[in-house]
């Protein structure tokens, strides 16, 4: 589909589904996005994570910014493998959302990943 931002065009991110309430990416890990053990960066995995609960809590109308983010590292994911990332609306009202991703690289689960975001009228 397209990248949703220009990190994500850098990072080689791609935006596959967005519904409301819901959004699906993708990234490769490539050898750049490397920590020093070799495997991909947690910095790369959260940042797709917040990109895809970004793209989710958009899809709404009014502008949706993130407020808090915690992740957790489940397994570590190497160079060439495709992460995916499932961005899902667990609450929303006038002011605020909290939003759910999971990370995976078939099948393994990569991160958890939640977040909540302010919601401008």
Known sequence: ????????????FTLVER???????????RPEHRNA???????LVFALAD??????????????V???????LTHPARVGELLVAEATELSRDDV???????VRSSPR????????VYRQG
């Open 1 to 12: 589909m397209t990248h949703p931002d220009p990190l994500s065009e850098l990072l080689g």
């Open 19 to 29: 519904r409301p309430g819901y959004a699906r990416l993708e990234g490769e890990v």
């Open 37 to 43: 053990h070799g495997s991909a960066h947690g910095g």
């Open 51 to 64: 990109t895809a609960m970004g793209v989710a809590s958009n899809t709404h109308g009014p502008r949706a």
């Open 66 to 72: 993130a407020l808090a983010a915690s992740i957790h």
């Open 96 to 102: 605020t959302a909290s939003y759910e991703v999971s």
């Open 109 to 116: 689960l990569v991160a958890t990943f939640t977040g909540t």
